[in-house]
């Protein structure tokens, strides 16, 4: 119901349960203890492209957050790095935070555009879909961004700095879903040890399952 | 411990000239009046993949900053956002600073891909290039993003707040030149605005032109 004036502060979060993208935003908020109202805004049967949802977001994509006054922010990257503002999850070093962008930016480019996009079309396409025809291709170069991932994680916990941060959320969101997508971690020891690490921080939420016929499409696609 | 930005001395950039991304980081250093050496590194001509690149840079790009104790920064929006710490070029309203990001993500996920990328084939691929089956499909998602920044731009002269920053280099790097990649800006007055008062802005400086054989390419690409 409406959101009035004491409960100023309480965003809306337009998003699609299933997506890493959408989930990764969940994921802070949990772990901040933050109130939010979470709209569920399926991507994959064009809620983001209805002229209401448009008007909100012309690009058309989820998550979005919205405040109480209307205002808006898309772009999952930059909502977890405004949501963590002043808290343990965003370096206050100004180089380590340069780090965080750019382990998000190396996410949104080199890694989500393959890891997600192959879980995508495995799981939320027609069986007979030609977008299969570009798995392979997907897969290797999800492959190069899991080997840039591995080079780095030998030697370190955490993508950034000593601590669990929003770098470390971006990156586990599709990464720990890879196989979704036919993409196996078997390879990449310190990725899974990772993996392990991020499920167990403090308030950790997991992605929802995807749904039975996402889920028979996926078994279909291994 | 790190140093801020602007306690690090002089910054060498691994950069390729003709490159929007690299020309992003020269146009803010240039702007900042920044000393900074620059290593003219051809990504066209795989000089991001050599061993001793790849040991800076595992991910195997330009552009990337170094300092001059060997620590080094990747991606092209992040470096913007580091050396832009503590200048007008960054928002100090964190909403107004998430904004920046936001803008900056939607670039390299819903624009460089399809503007940068369509420009790279047209001047740096053969002319019998496989990759050129692909520019149409490029171009029309190239439409779409410019479409989202036409939309924005028509009731604003910048994109983040009322200030020139970190947004509008990060956009108007590709979007200036996306004609070399057959995908004309006739359609978006606004952003021809934006683009003219961006070349104004104190300091500025344009990005070298492609050289003769990628102009020759270009043409014929046309």
């Known amino acids: 119901m409406a959101r009035a004036a004491e409960c100023v502060g309480v965003i809306t979060v337009y998003g699609f349960s299933p997506s890493g993208n ?7 908020l949990e772990q ?23 008007a909100k977001n012309a690009n058309g994509k989820v998550p ?12 999952s990257n930059a909502i977890l790095f405004w949501l963590a503002q002043d808290t343990a999850y965003l370096p206050t070093d100004a180089w380590d935070r340069a780090q965080a962008l750019s382990w998000m930016f190396f996410e949104q ?6 890891v997600a996009v192959a879980r995508f079309i495995c799981g939320w396409t027609p069986a007979d879909s030609p977008r299969r025809a570009g798995l392979a291709q997907l897969r290797e170069r999800a492959h190069d961004a899991l080997r840039v991932m591995e080079t780095h994680l030998r030697a370190r916990e955490w993508f950034t700095g000593s601590h669990y941060g929003i770098a470390d959320i971006a990156l586990f969101a599709y990464t720990d879903v890879a196989p979704h997508g036919g993409i196996s971690l078997g390879a990449y020891p310190a990725i899974r040890d990772w993996l392990h690490r991020v499920r167990h921080t403090a308030g950790f939420v997991p992605m929802v399952d995807p749904d ?11």
Chains 1, 2 share one sequence.
């Open 109 to 114: 480019y080199s890694h989500e555009p393959y």
């Open 32 to 54: 901040l203890g933050r109130s939010y109202h979470w709209v569920e805004t399926d991507s994959s049967t064009g809620a983001t492209r209805t002229p209401d949802y448009l």
């Open 64 to 75: 979005l957050v919205e405040l109480d006054d209307g205002r808006v922010l898309a772009e």
């Open 22 to 28: 959408c989930h990764k935003v969940r994921l802070l």
């Open 212 to 222: 039975p016929r996402a889920a028979a499409l996926i078994a279909q696609s291994a």
